[in-house]
C-alpha cells in the first residue's frame, strides 16, 4: 500500500530504503558531514503546513530519520527547501536534485563544496526515495 | 548611439601608419560589436583565402558596447582574424582588465595589418598609437613581458596583452595572455600577433564609456548583482572555480578521460575535481573587473618536484586537457604544467589535446620514442609532457610535428593516425564530451571557429543549469538523445552569439535570463532591442561568420564530429551512447536555413538581413 509523503510512516520506509540500497551504502561512505534536512513548503490541504525531515547520516548508514519543524530542520548542516510539487518531482526522478538546485527550483543552505564531493551519495539518496511506494495526497 | 566610440584604430605595420575606422551606425546596430563587427570588417577589406601568417591578414583586437562600462562581466574583448590552426575565421575572447582600458583609450578596437621589419610593441595613450621597439622583450615569456612593460609604461594602470616564445615561434595553437592568467586561447591568435612581429600591446586611458539611459544602466546593473548573488552556479564558481564541474561532469558522462577513450573514472575527478583544487591549493579567488562571481584562482604549490609560486590556478578545461584527457592524476603536475603554458603561450585545450593524441599514437605503436627524440608519451605519465610543450614551443624536433595541431600532425603521422585526433575543423574539442551530451556535439559540428563550447548557451541549457522560457526551449533534454537538438542548438546560438559579440562574460549570462540581455544593450547603446532583434543579431552574426568561412573553404563535409565521438564507451554514465551526427545535421540545417552543400541558403540570409553583401559573395 503506497505511503503518504511526508508523513511519519514515509520517512521511517525511506530510512529503510537508504539502509537496504547497498548502492548508497558505497556512495555515501565517505559522507562524515552530518545532518541533512529536507524541507517540503506546504501545499493545503496536501500538505497543510511546511515541514522537515531530518536524516542523520553518516559512512553509509542512515541513523536517524524523522519529521521536525522548519526551524529544527533550518539547525542542520544541509538543508535543501523546495515546493511540494518540486520534491514530488525528485521522488519520481523527474527533476536531478542537482539541477533543481541549480536552476533555484530547491534552495541549498549549507557548503556547496561538500554537496559537490557528494554529489553521487546525494543520487543514491534519490534513488533510495524511488523506492519507498509513496503516495502524494493531492492526487 | 553610446557604448561605442565609433572609432577604430588602423596600423600598418609596413609602413607605420596609423589612421581612424568609423563605421556605419547600422553595421553596430546589426552586428553589436567584437566578433561581430570584427566579421565585417574582415569581409570588407581582406580576400578569404588570404594566408593566416600573411601581412594581409588583419589581428583584430576588438571589445564591445558594454565593455568599459561598470556590468558585471563587462570586462572582456576579443580578437579576430583568420586563424592559422583551422584556416577558417579564428577568434577568441578574454576576460581580465585590458578590453576596459582598451576602451578608456577612446577606441573601440585596433585594425593591425602588415609585418613590421623587426619586433614591436603598440603603446596605445588616450587613442594615440605608437609603434615601439621590442627587441629586449622578443624571447622573454608572457609573464616577464606583462611585468616588464606595466612597470616600464604605469605599473598600477597600464594593461598589457603579449605573446609568449609560442606566438614567436608562430607555433598554430599560440595564445595572447593578458595579466598571466587570461588568456586569448584558441585559434592561435598569437601565432598571427606573431607573424606581424608584434610582441604586445599596451594600453593607457582615462576616457569614461557613456551609456544611452544612465536610470535604465543603473537599474540593470543593480539586478545583474542581485542575480548573481541568489545564483547557486555563480556560488558554485565563487567557491569552486570552473573546475565545480568536474565532479557532478563525471557523473553524467561530461569528462573526456584518456584522449576520448574511457567513460569514467572517479579517482581522476577526486583528484582534479573543484573541491579538491579548493582545499589543496587555493589561495585565494580573483576577479576579472566590476565581477563579483571571481571564478578565477590564485594557487599555490608549495613544494614537491611541481611547486609552484602564487600564481594563476587552471581552470576546468585545463584540469581536463592537462589532466583527465592525459589521464593524468597528479593535481600538482596539473597547475605546474597549466603555468608553463600560460608562460609559453599556448592555448591548453589544443595543447593537450594534441599531447594526448601523441600519446595514442605511442601507446599504439604509431609512433616510437625515435620519432619522438627519445621523450616517452605515455598516459599518466607527466614527465614527457614537460619535456614535449618546451619543444612544442620552440619547434624543436618532434615539436615541430605536435605544433601545427592534433590535425596537421595526424596528416604528417600517417598510418591511421588521423582517426585518433578529435577536433572539428582542425580546431581541438573543448572538455565537454557529446557522448552524455549530444547537443554539445552539434554544437562543436556547427560552431563557426570549429568545435567551440563558448559562442553559443548549450552548456547550462542542455545540462539543465538554467532553465529560460519563452524563447522556444524545453524545460528538461535528454543529453543522449540526438532527436530536438537541432533547434535547441540554435537557439542557444542565437542567444549566445550577441553575448559573444557586446562581450559579456558567459558565466554572469547564466545568471540572467534572455530578456535581460536585450535590456543590457538597450540601456547602453540606445539602440531599440527587444528580445526577438536581440535573437536576430545572434542569426545574422553566426550568418556572416558561416559565410567567411565557407568563402575560406567549409562545405557540409566538414560539418562532422570525429571518429572517436562516434565510437561507443563501455563504461560510465554515457555508455554506449553516441551522437548521432545525421540527425542532427539535418535538424541543425533546417532550423538554420543551410542549404546541402553546407552554405547558408539565400533565404536565410535575406531574412536575417543587412547581409546582402555576403549574399552576392556567396550566389553572386
Known amino acids: 500500500m503506497s505511503i503518504p509523503f511526508p508523513s511519519e510512516e514515509w520517512i521511517k520506509a525511506y530510512k529503510d530504503a537508504i539502509n537496504t540500497n547497498p548502492a548508497y551504502k558505497t556512495a555515501g561512505a565517505d559522507w562524515t558531514h552530518g545532518v541533512v534536512a529536507l524541507v517540503a513548503k506546504a501545499k493545503p490541504p496536501a500538505l497543510p503546513q511546511d515541514v522537515g525531515i531530518w536524516l542523520d547520516l553518516a559512512k553509509g548508514v542512515c541513523y536517524d530519520a524523522k519529521l521536525v519543524t522548519v526551524e529544527e530542520a533550518a539547525k542542520a548542516p544541509f538543508c535543501i527547501t523546495g515546493e511540494y510539487d518540486r520534491w514530488k518531482q525528485v521522488i519520481r526522478k523527474e527533476l536531478d536534485p542537482i539541477k533543481g538546485m541549480m536552476q533555484g527550483k530547491l534552495k541549498l543552505k549549507g557548503d556547496l563544496p561538500t554537496i559537490v564531493r557528494a554529489v553521487k551519495a546525494s543520487q543514491e539518496l534519490v534513488n533510495s526515495a524511488g523506492m519507498v511506494d509513496t503516495a502524494f495526497m493531492d492526487e | ?620
Not at chain 2, 587613442?127 to 606595466?150: F, Q
Request: some cysteine; proline content about 5%.
Open chain 2, 1 to 620: 548611439m553610446k557604448g561605442n566610440w565609433n572609432r577604430i584604430v588602423g596600423i600598418d605595420l609596413g609602413s607605420g601608419k596609423t589612421h581612424d575606422i568609423s563605421l556605419p551606425e547600422a553595421v553596430w546596430r546589426d552586428l553589436i560589436g567584437g566578433s561581430g563587427v570584427g566579421a565585417w570588417l574582415f569581409m570588407q577589406h581582406t580576400a578569404p583565402k588570404t594566408d593566416p601568417l600573411a601581412p594581409e591578414n588583419p589581428l583584430m583586437i576588438l571589445a564591445g558596447p558594454i565593455v568599459g562600462t561598470t556590468l558585471a562581466g563587462s570586462s572582456r574583448f576579443a580578437v579576430c582574424a583568420r586563424s592559422p590552426l583551422t584556416g577558417i575565421w579564428g577568434e577568441g575572447t578574454c576576460g581580465g582588465n585590458f578590453g576596459p582600458m582598451l576602451k578608456s583609450c577612446g577606441v573601440d578596437g585596433l585594425y593591425i595589418t602588415g609585418r613590421a621589419a623587426s619586433p614591436v610593441y603598440l603603446f596605445v595613450e588616450d587613442g594615440k598609437v605608437s609603434i615601439r621597439d621590442a627587441a629586449d622583450l622578443w624571447g622573454k615569456d608572457t609573464y616577464e613581458t606583462g611585468d616588464m612593460l606595466a612597470k616600464r609604461h604605469d605599473e598600477k594602470r597600464a594593461r598589457v596583452i603579449c605573446i609568449g616564445p609560442a606566438g614567436e615561434n608562430l607555433i598554430k595553437y599560440a595564445n595572447i595572455n593578458n595579466d598571466k592568467g587570461d588568456v586569448i586561447g584558441r585559434t592561435g591568435m598569437g601565432a598571427v600577433m606573431g607573424s606581424k612581429k608584434v610582441k604586445a600591446v599596451v594600453v593607457l586611458g582615462t576616457q569614461k564609456v557613456q551609456v544611452a539611459d544612465q536610470a535604465a544602466y543603473d537599474a540593470i546593473r543593480k539586478d545583474v548583482l542581485e542575480k548573481i548573488k541568489n545564483s547557486v552556479p555563480a556560488d558554485s564558481l565563487h567557491s569552486m572555480g570552473t573546475d565545480a564541474s568536474m565532479d557532478l561532469g563525471m557523473m553524467t558522462g561530461d569528462i573526456p578521460i584518456r584522449n576520448w577513450s574511457v567513460g569514467e573514472d572517479f579517482d581522476l575527478s577526486a583528484a582534479l575535481g573543484g573541491p579538491t583544487m579548493t582545499e589543496k591549493f587555493l589561495v585565494k579567488p580573483a576577479a576579472c573587473l566590476y565581477c563579483t562571481i571571481a571564478c578565477k584562482r590564485v594557487m599555490k604549490v608549495a613544494d614537491g618536484p611541481f611547486a609552484m609560486e602564487e600564481g594563476p590556478g587552471p581552470e576546468y578545461e585545463t584540469c581536463c586537457s592537462l589532466g583527465t584527457g592525459l589521464h593524468n592524476k597528479n593535481a600538482e603536475s596539473v597547475l605546474k604544467a597549466n603555468e608553463l603554458a600560460n608562460k609559453l603561450g599556448m592555448d591548453t585545450i589544443t595543447l593537450g589535446s594534441t599531447l594526448a593524441f601523441a600519446m595514442d599514437c605511442f601507446e599504439k605503436g604509431i609512433i616510437n620514442e625515435k620519432d619522438t627524440g627519445g621523450v616517452r608519451l605515455r598516459f599518466g605519465e607527466v614527465d614527457g609532457v614537460f619535456k614535449m610543450m618546451e619543444m612544442i614551443a620552440r619547434r624543436d624536433g618532434f615539436g615541430d610535428v605536435l605544433a601545427e595541431g592534433s590535425r596537421a600532425a595526424a596528416a604528417r603521422i600517417g598510418k591511421g593516425a588521423s582517426d585518433l585526433a578529435v577536433h572539428v575543423k582542425g580546431l581541438e574539442l573543448p572538455y565537454h564530451d557529446p557522448h552524455g551530451w549530444h547537443g554539445m556535439g552539434l554544437a562543436y559540428m556547427m560552431s563557426t571557429r570549429g568545435a567551440c563550447h563558448l559562442q553559443h548557451l548549450v552548456h547550462p541549457i542542455e545540462q539543465g543549469m538554467v532553465f529560460w522560457d519563452g524563447v522556444g526551449l524545453k524545460e528538461n533534454y535528454d543529453g543522449q538523445k540526438s532527436e530536438g537538438k537541432g533547434v535547441l542548438v540554435r537557439i542557444a546560438e542565437d542567444l549566445g552569439v550577441p553575448c559573444n559579440a557586446m562581450v559579456l562574460c558567459n558565466f554572469v549570462a547564466w545568471t540572467l535570463y534572455p530578456p535581460d540581455f536585450p535590456a543590457i544593450l538597450k540601456a547602453v547603446t540606445g539602440f531599440d532591442y527587444d528580445i526577438q532583434s536581440y535573437l536576430g543579431c545572434g542569426a545574422r552574426i553566426w550568418l556572416l561568420k558561416r559565410g567567411l568561412s565557407n568563402l575560406m573553404g567549409v562545405t557540409s563535409r566538414d560539418d562532422v564530429l570525429p571518429p572517436k565521438i562516434l565510437a561507443p564507451y563501455k563504461e560510465g554514465a554515457a555508455a554506449g551512447s553516441v551522437p548521432d551526427q545525421d540527425v542532427l545535421r539535418k535538424e541543425y540545417y533546417k532550423a538554420r536555413g543551410i542549404e546541402a552543400d553546407g552554405k547558408p541558403s539565400k533565404a536565410a540570409l535575406d531574412a536575417a538581413g543587412g547581409l546582402d553583401e555576403m549574399a552576392k559573395r556567396l550566389y553572386g
